[in-house]
Every structure is written in C-alpha cells, then in structure tokens.
DNA sequence: CGCGATTTGTGCACGTCTTCACAAGCGCCT
DNA sequence: AGGCGCTTGTGAAGACGTGCACAAATCGCG
C-alpha cells in the first residue's frame, strides 16, 4: 500500500536497496510473467491487467495480484499495470539489470545444444566461457566462443565475474566441477547431470533432470489409465475430449 | 500401517489395482528416490536406511519415510528398506514397468542433443519417433532413428501407441505441435519452448525452460549481494559458518 | 462535480507440505 | 526368552502457498 518502498528505480543503482525477500514461489513465477510482459511489450501494449497478464502466464489473476504486491507494484486501479514499468521493476529484482556472465563446463552433446542457444543473450545473460576436460574438444570455437579447459577455470574467474556456473558434464564428474565452481567463488549453480551436488552453505544449486519431468508425467499417465478401468467413481465431469474413450488406456492393454 | 494394500505387484499387472493416488510433491520426489536406489543396487547395497537414502537424494529423511508410507511401502524396522523391493514398487507406481513411448517433435539445436541422449533408454522410455517440419530434416538419421515429418504424426501415432510428447521446437510453433500432439491421443507433454501451452483438460503439461532457472538463480545472486553490502540486519544467526560475513567468502579462500 | 465501471491490493479461510518427536516394531545378542 | 539398540511409520503443529471475495482507488464520462 501507500507504504511504496521506494523500489531502488531500476536506473540508480549504487547503494544497493535492501530487496523485499520474497516468498520462494513468487520469485519461481516472476520469469513467467517477465517473458510473458515481453511479449505484450512486443506487440504494442501500454498497460495490462492482472486478468490479461495472469492469462498470458498461465496462472491465476489473485495469485499474480499478490505476487506484484509483494514488490510493492505499481498497478493503478481501473487500468491495471505499465507493461514497460513493470518489466523494469522485475529485472531489477531478479537482478537482471546487470548481464550475468555464465560459464557453461562441459561441451558435449548438450553443452553444444545450450552454448548455441539464444536464449541466452535475449533473457539477461551472456556465456562468458565455454569449459571442458576432454582435450580434442579444447580450442573448438562454437557461436563465437572458444572451449578452454576447465582447469583454466581460475584464470576465467579472474578475467570475468562469473555469476552462475552451469553444469553439462557426465554425472561422475558434476560434483568435481561444483567443486571447482565453487573454489573460484561461483555461489549459483545449475546442474544438468543426474545427481545431487554437495555445496557449502550460500552456494544455491537447481537442478534440471529430463528423466525426472519425464517419469512424473509417467505417473499422472498411469493413473489416468487406471482411472478409466475403473467405473468412474469421482467422475469429474472429463469433458473437453469427444468421445469419452479416453486414447491412452488402450496402451495399457497392449502391452503383450 | 498394517492395511497393506497388497501394493499390485510389479509382476503382476493385468487387473489395474487402483493406485494410491500421492501427493504431488511426492510424486515430484519419487523419481530422485528412484535414482539413489538404482545407484546403491549397483554398488551391492541389499538395504538402505531412510537415514542413508534420504542423504543419497538430497532430502530429509522424515520426509523420505512420509512419502514412502504413501505407497504402503515395505520397511522393515530396526532394518531399513530393501532395495530391490523398493525400486520396483517406486517403478510400478510411476508406470515404468512398461517402457513408454516418446515422440520428439522438434529436431533442431536441442532436439539433437536429446535425441542423442542415453537418459531416455536408461530410466524407462524409449524415443519412438523424431519429428520436425522443416523438409531438409526429413530423412536425416540420428542414433538409428530417421526424421519424419511432423504431419506424418497420424501415421506414428497409429504404428506405436505414443505416451508421451516432448516440444523442441521455437516457442511459435509449439502451441500448434501441442494440438497435433493432442488430436493423435497423446495426453502429456513436455514442452521446452519458452511459452505456456493451452491443452483441454485431462491432458498433462510439464516445462523445462532454462531461462526461468537462470533468472531464479540470478535473484538468489543478487539478494546474496544485497545483503552483503548491509551490516546484518535481522541478522537471523546465520549460525553454521563462522565469521559471519556471509558463507560465500569462506570457500574462496579453500581455492588454490 | 459526481457517479458508475473497472481493477487493484489484501484479509481471511482453507488446503498442502514440512518437520519434529516418539511410540511401535524388528532383529540380534546374550 | 528377554532385553537392547536401531529404524520405521505417523500424529500433531507449524510454515507456506492458494484463491475467494470485497473494500478502496482510479478513470472516464455525462
Ligand atoms: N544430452 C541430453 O539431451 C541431456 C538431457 C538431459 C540431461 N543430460 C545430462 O547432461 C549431461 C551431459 O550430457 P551429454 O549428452 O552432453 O554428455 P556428453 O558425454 O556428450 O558430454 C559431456 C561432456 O562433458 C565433458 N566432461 C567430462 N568430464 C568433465 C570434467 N570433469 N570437467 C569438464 N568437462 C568434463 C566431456 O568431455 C564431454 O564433452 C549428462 O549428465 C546427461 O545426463 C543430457
Ligand atoms: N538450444 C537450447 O539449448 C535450448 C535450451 C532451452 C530451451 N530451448 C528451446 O527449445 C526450443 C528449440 O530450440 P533449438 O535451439 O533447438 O531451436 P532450433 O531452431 O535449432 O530447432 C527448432 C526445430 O524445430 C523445427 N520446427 C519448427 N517448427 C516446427 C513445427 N511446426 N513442427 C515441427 N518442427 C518444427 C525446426 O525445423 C527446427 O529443426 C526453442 O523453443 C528454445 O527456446 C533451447
């Protein structure tokens, strides 16, 4: 409310305000509505509501309501929000005001695939190095980079201000490598490699494992199927999908 | 407790014995569970502790003995937990008795790093198809399995019974491939594309989307920063590391 | 200038998740 | 057989997240 905490204008940085800590969920949804706030930015959009970002989004308008109100937004009733001032107020939060320099360590079959990923540079970051341990690789140039040695991680960490480390390598070597991230003061980590990382406090870690998302969608497909073996006892109105025979169960029956 | 809902076992499929249904947040941990057991069967463990399994999956172990109990699961006290037993009821609960289908639509950047990926085949799937729509990918072949266009999906969707649909495709042209997905039966999909997926109702969406990890990363970093520069307010004894000036610079100095 | 339409910000109640702490159960050793 | 140490399974309490519903604020218009 009136209480507007001054909200440390995304230009004037320098004495760094002291940032509202937010819940963790609301920090986990504020890319979504930044991408989202993009895209309205893109095609010509002043101002927004919660009911027209939350859409945008994919989440629930109270619930988009509350987050922003947490940052001490600036919405105006009867209109909504300024797409344009609000873009500003959420990378400032995340910290994205600065481009981040990221070092991706291990340039095989995905490290490829994410060092030519624009993604990258259009969301607030930039690939400050390309690392591995396999010598054949070193020297290979890829969008522009060329792949050094991951024990030149020090010299790295010294040319640049390494804010996060991302992790592509094999899972035998992953815990090495946050090791070494973290030697050269690397304090935010995000693993690809199927294993968890044993860090010192302070360091943040977040993890993305393809099988994991594959095995939960798994679970909700079985159950499905389960379900509609069943004489529908909660029933829950399926709609939307004509004819009610439901695709998936038949597999089940396959199976041989 | 002793209401052991004999817990359909593994072997014996045929009559669906309605699963328990979980709560999500342990469905999302089962899989990690899952990981850590398969990695103590390979180093010989016949049992493991939820002290000792909790620890190999990076949780607490109260929470590790709560999500088991859900599955009516089989501990022994004073004993701990058989592994072997354990993988299979975790396998047969997320439906990975039988290997699952997946079809990936998208075979650019990314799609060939994931078509070239060996998680699939070793945590129960199997890629079934590789699809895109650009002509001159058709016909490539990639780790044994040749390219097809995205409109022969009808024709895929027909020959094995698809479970699941993963998205690689840019973000414009994956809600279009989510409703080709959806129209051939596929009712859960894993969607890379920076953007969030309309789909009726009964179909299960999840997203992996790299940024949004980053940018979570990067408010973590700059809070770090912020709090830094401050002279520990609430100060909320940040115990554990001594010298209180923030965690991070301790493992700096361990460096070299 | 006042009124109605619109939309934000939030109090509140509810559900879910986490964590502690401990009784009950199990195996082993004497 | 009995006791002891270890580990599971769970009750209860608290933290956290969600969503409804509505008062307060703002704009545009007559
Ligand atoms: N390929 C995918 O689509 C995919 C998807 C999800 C997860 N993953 C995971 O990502 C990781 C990488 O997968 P990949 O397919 O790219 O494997 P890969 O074998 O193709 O590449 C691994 C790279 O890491 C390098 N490396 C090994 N040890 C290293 C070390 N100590 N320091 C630095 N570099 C080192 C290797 O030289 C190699 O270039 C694996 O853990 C895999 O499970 C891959
Ligand atoms: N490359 C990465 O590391 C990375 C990381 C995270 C997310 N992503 C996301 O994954 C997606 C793919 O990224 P990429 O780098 O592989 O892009 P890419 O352009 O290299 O590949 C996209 C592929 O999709 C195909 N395609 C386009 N429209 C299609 C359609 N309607 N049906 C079927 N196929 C179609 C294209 O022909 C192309 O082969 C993007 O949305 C990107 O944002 C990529």
Same mark, same amino acid.
């Given at each position: 409310m009136s209480q507007h905490r001054h909200p440390g204008a995304p230009g004037r940085a320098g004495a760094v305000p002291a940032l509202p800590d937010l819940p963790e969920a609301t920090v986990a949804r504020l890319p979504e509505y930044l991408r989202a706030l993009h895209n309205l930015a893109d095609t010509g959009h002043e101002t927004v509501s919660s009911e027209g970002l939350s859409a945008a989004a994919g989440v629930n308008s109270a619930k988009l309501r509350k987050d922003l109100s947490h940052l001490g937004s600036y919405g105006t009733r009867g209109v909504g929000y300024d797409v344009a001032l609000l873009i500003e107020q959420i990378e400032y939060v995340l910290g994205l005001t600065q481009r981040r320099a990221v /070092?991706?360590?291990? @340039?095989?079959?995905?490290?490829? %695939?994410? +060092? &030519?990923?624009?993604?990258?540079?259009?969301? &607030? #970051?930039?690939? %400050? %190095?390309?690392?591995? +341990?396999?010598?054949?690789? @070193?020297?290979?140039? $890829?969008?522009?980079?060329?792949?050094?040695? @991951?024990?030149?991680?020090? *010299?790295?960490? %010294?040319? =640049?201000?390494l804010a996060i480390g991302v992790i592509a390598t094999p899972a035998a070597a992953a815990q090495q490598v946050a090791d070494q991230l973290v030697a050269v003061g690397v304090t935010s980590i995000l693993n690809f490699a199927p294993c968890v990382l044993s @860090?010192? =406090?302070?360091?943040?870690?977040? !993890?993305?494992?393809?099988? $994991? =998302?594959?095995? $939960?969608?798994? #679970?909700? =497909?079985?159950? !499905? /199927?389960?379900? *509609?073996?069943?004489? /529908? *006892?909660?029933g829950s109105a399926l709609t939307a999908l004509p004819g009610g025979f439901a695709a998936t169960d038949t597999q089940e029956a396959i199976g041989t």
């Amino acid at each position: 409310m009136s209480q507007h905490r001054h909200p440390g204008a995304p230009g004037r940085a320098g004495a760094v305000p002291a940032l509202p800590d937010l819940p963790e969920a609301t920090v986990a949804r504020l890319p979504e509505y930044l991408r989202a706030l993009h895209n309205l930015a893109d095609t010509g959009h002043e101002t927004v509501s919660s009911e027209g970002l939350s859409a945008a989004a994919g989440v629930n308008s109270a619930k988009l309501r509350k987050d922003l109100s947490h940052l001490g937004s600036y919405g105006t009733r009867g209109v909504g929000y300024d797409v344009a001032l609000l873009i500003e107020q959420i990378e400032y939060v995340l910290g994205l005001t600065q481009r981040r320099a990221v /070092a991706l360590v291990g @340039v095989g079959n995905l490290g490829h %695939a994410l +060092a &030519g990923y624009d993604g990258f540079a259009s969301r &607030g #970051f930039r690939i %400050a %190095a390309l690392l591995d +341990a396999d010598p054949s690789r @070193v020297g290979e140039e $890829i969008n522009g980079l060329v792949v050094r040695h @991951v024990d030149d991680l020090p *010299t790295v960490a %010294a040319e =640049e201000s390494l804010a996060i480390g991302v992790i592509a390598t094999p899972a035998a070597a992953a815990q090495q490598v946050a090791d070494q991230l973290v030697a050269v003061g690397v304090t935010s980590i995000l693993n690809f490699a199927p294993c968890v990382l044993s @860090v010192p =406090e302070g360091v943040d870690v977040r !993890k993305v494992d393809l099988a $994991i =998302e594959l095995q $939960i969608l798994s #679970f909700h =497909e079985h159950r !499905k /199927a389960s379900l *509609t073996a069943l004489p /529908a *006892t909660g029933g829950s109105a399926l709609t939307a999908l004509p004819g009610g025979f439901a695709a998936t169960d038949t597999q089940e029956a396959i199976g041989t």
